[in-house]
């Protein structure tokens, strides 16, 4: 009987002992560690978009012998900032009517801008209106500008001014579709009246984001 109470009395003691230990180990042991947040994507700041164009522009000399032009535009828009509200913006349009008012005269009509654009946040919606203001350089050639009125000395370089807006709608992260544009574009081609040309463009393509 003494040899077994002398038994437990060390299994306690042995237990009593070992308790710090343990309680020591498991104290010492490296907290798990939390899993890193993946790194936010880096927003988009330069788009190309290439769009089909219409325009509806008016022949010399003044009023509204009006008369439709076929052709395309490239717009690069490049953000002051990521995220930014505003952008820089180059555009090229050019467009081809082969005839003018039923005359039988042609006109090509380019013209190159630059300016600014302002995008107001939309938050998380897919829709993104913007409006701008470029101003640049247009150019006319065809049988128009050389035969019906030889005097446009300045056809090949004259002042040009776009000014308008539209609304993107977000496809993908990389992809939108422009949707609409609608732009008033103002060329001083000489005309012999006023050497003024308006011209409405509308516009709608795709938009490429990098």
């Known amino acids: 009987m003494r040899i077994g ?10 237990i009593a002992a070992a308790s710090p230990a343990m309680a020591v180990a498991q104290t010492t042991q490296p907290a798990p560690t939390a899993p890193s ?7 988009y700041r330069s788009e190309l978009a290439l769009d089909y164009s ?19 535009s490239a717009t690069f828009a ?8 505003f952008a820089l913006v180059a555009d090229i349009t050019a467009a081809h009517a082969g ?6 005269y042609s006109l090509t009509l380019s013209a190159y801008t630059v300016g600014g654009r302002y995008l107001p946040r939309m938050g998380h919606l897919p829709m993104q209106p ?8 247009a150019h006319g050639s065809g049988t128009l500008v050389q035969g019906k009125n030889p005097a446009t ?27 609409i544009e609608a732009d008033y574009l103002v ?24």
């Open 37 to 43: 947040a993946p790194a936010p994507s880096k927003p």
């Open 153 to 179: 000395a300045n056809a090949g370089a004259a002042f040009a001014a776009n000014l308008g807006g539209g609304l993107d709608l977000r496809a993908s992260k990389r992809v939108s579709i422009r949707m």
């Open 54 to 72: 219409y325009l509806r522009g008016n022949a010399p000399p003044g009023g509204c012998s009006c008369f439709n032009l076929n052709g395309g």
């Open 78 to 85: 490049w953000s002051v900032k990521p995220a930014a509200q």
């Open 5 to 14: 109470i002398n038994a437990t009395i060390a299994l306690f003691l042995a």
């Open 187 to 210: 060329t001083t081609i000489d005309n012999g009246a006023n050497n003024h040309q308006n011209i409405l463009r509308i516009s709608s393509g795709v938009v490429l984001r990098f």
């Open 99 to 104: 005839s003018v008012t039923n005359s039988g």
């Open 130 to 137: 913007f409006g701008h203001v470029l101003v640049g350089m």
